[in-house]
């Protein structure tokens, strides 16, 4: 019992000795004994320089989100202004910019089958890589865009784009040529044949009151 009272009194004495010792006198770790909790033994080290948390350092905005283009779609504030990285499919026209003609909007599509759209806006020359525009019968070439998403860009209007500044070819292009489907065309047919039944039908009712 008394062998525990007196380990009980040396950790405390320890401790308002180390309290004491930092908070009034400045000392450092290395001046406080080395049974203390912050003292000079091994488990008492000071922390790195380098490995210390600086709390005034801003934080670091470049870092490269790999996003969908149906995360863009649904974004909050937050992706407002990052770096964004995405793959799609560009699908219609290319449109020169009317403020900057050395600069023209795409439409890129997401390829995972959701079929969420952005619209981007990079350099002309960049967008001559592009060699097939994707529409009916066409599958349009495939780019890994990098770039600056704005949720409401003060350039163009408030719109939701992809400013590029980094545009890589995926995959090229490719026509499609799509399969016959006997179900699609067998509609339309019937639909036909109704209709000429119904002319018949209207012709010689006019040849009886005739």
């Not at 040396?10 to 908070?23: D, E, P, V």
């Not at 407002?80 to 219609?92: A, K, P």
């Not at 097939?132 to 163009?156: E, K, M, S």
């Not at 209007?157 to 995926?170: F, K």
Request: hydrophobic letters at 40%; glycine letters at 10%; aromatic letters at 6%.
């Amino acid at each position: 019992m008394r062998r525990r009272v007196r380990q009980l009194a040396k950790l405390t004495a320890a401790a308002l000795l180390t309290a004491a010792c930092l908070g009034f006198t400045g000392c450092s770790p290395e001046d406080l004994p080395e049974d203390s909790p912050q003292g000079g033994g091994a488990q008492g080290q000071e922390t790195p320089v380098e490995n210390r948390l600086n709390p005034s350092q801003l934080p670091d905005s470049s870092f490269i989100y790999d996003a969908t283009i149906k995360s863009l779609e649904s974004a909050d504030s937050y992706m407002d202004g990052q770096t964004v990285q995405v793959v799609g499919e560009v699908v219609g026209d290319r449109v020169i910019s009317e403020k900057d003609p050395a600069y023209s909007w795409i439409t890129l599509e997401a390829v995972d089958g959701t079929y969420a759209e952005v619209s981007v806006y990079l350099s002309a020359r960049t967008s001559d890589a592009i060699d097939t525009y994707g529409a009916y019968g066409r599958h349009g070439t495939t780019l890994q865009v990098r770039g600056t998403f704005n949720l409401a860009c003060a350039d163009h209007e408030g719109l939701s784009d992809l400013h590029a500044t980094s545009v890589e070819v995926v995959a090229k292009g490719y026509e499609i040529t799509p399969p016959f489907n006997m179900s699609q065309v067998v509609p339309g047919i019937l639909l036909v044949l109704v209709g000429l039944g119904l002319m018949l039908a209207f012709r010689r009712l006019q040849e009886r009151e005739l």
